[in-house]
T-cell receptor
Framework: SQQGEEDPQALSIQEGENATMNCSYK?????LQWYRQNSGRGLVHLIL?????REKHSGRLRVTLDTSKKSSSLLITASRAADTASYFC????????????FGQGTTLQVKP | NAGVTQTPKFQVLKTGQSMTLQCAQD?????MYWYRQDPGMGLRLIYY???????DKGEVPNGYNVSRLNKREFSLRLESAAPSQTSVYFC????????????????FGAGSRLTVL
């Protein structure tokens, strides 16, 4: 039972461009997190946004959350080849025991 | 600082064989998790341990057992491996457990790639 669904599934851009990926979820949440996974590696936490927040920044990352639409977006500005990875949203429901449920991910390729 | 260490990194089994995936964390985290990652399926939670001495089922627990050996170590056992268990397995840990009302940020290991023939 996947909670989060990322869109698009794959994205290819040129270095220096911005990359936007979206996450939709089904039930009420306590918070939403974004993780990055480089090829053959484990996931690394990028940023967390709480349900009472609408926007959050961390370096070149900007995350928005729209709880009325049950969606979030991750924007990576001025992308670099090193940003090539898969990106996952993870949600923690407000009514369940708090286990993180991951989406299927967006694969981002940044061409140099 | 090693973080979360998983062994082995790669394993090939025949159907019906058993094996144990080992996981250890050195961050003094209370909670530990086992996920599996399959193409197009994202990560699915197999089992978790909110604290030392407790374990609970996740989304896909069938065919697996776990042991929280101590605060540092959390192992995943396949008693009779099946081809459907071919996957990449990730161990993760967090300071706060799933039952905590606050944020639950996970630190992941590098993964264990298992093939069952």
């Amino acid at each position: 039972s996947q909670q989060g669904e990322e869109d698009p599934q794959a994205l290819s851009i040129q270095e220096g461009e911005n990359a936007t990926m979206n996450c939709s979820y089904k039930t009420s949440i306590n918070n939403l997190q974004w993780y990055r996974q480089n090829s053959g590696r484990g996931l690394v936490h990028l940023i967390l946004i709480r349900s009472n927040e609408r926007e959050k920044h961390s370096g070149r990352l900007r995350v928005t959350l729209d709880t009325s639409k049950k969606s979030s977006s991750l924007l990576i500005t001025a992308s670099r080849a090193a940003d090539t990875a898969s990106y996952f949203c993870a949600t923690r429901g407000s009514s369940n025991t708090g286990k993180l449920i991951f989406g299927q991910g967006t694969t981002l390729q940044v061409k140099p | 600082n090693a973080g979360v260490t998983q062994t082995p990194k790669f394993q090939v089994l025949k159907t019906g064989q058993s094996m144990t995936l080992q996981c250890a964390q050195d961050m003094n985290h209370n909670s530990m998790y086992w996920y599996r990652q399959d193409p197009g399926m994202g990560l699915r939670l197999i089992y978790y341990s909110a604290s030392e001495g407790t374990t609970d089922k996740g989304e896909v627990p069938n065919g697996y057992n776990v042991s929280r050996l101590n605060k540092r170590e959390f192992s995943l056992r396949l008693e009779s491996a099946a081809p459907s268990q071919t996957s990449v397995y990730f161990c993760a840990s967090s300071n706060r457990g799933p039952e905590h009302s606050g944020a639950n940020v996970l630190t992941f290991g590098a993964g264990s790639r298992l093939t069952v023939l």
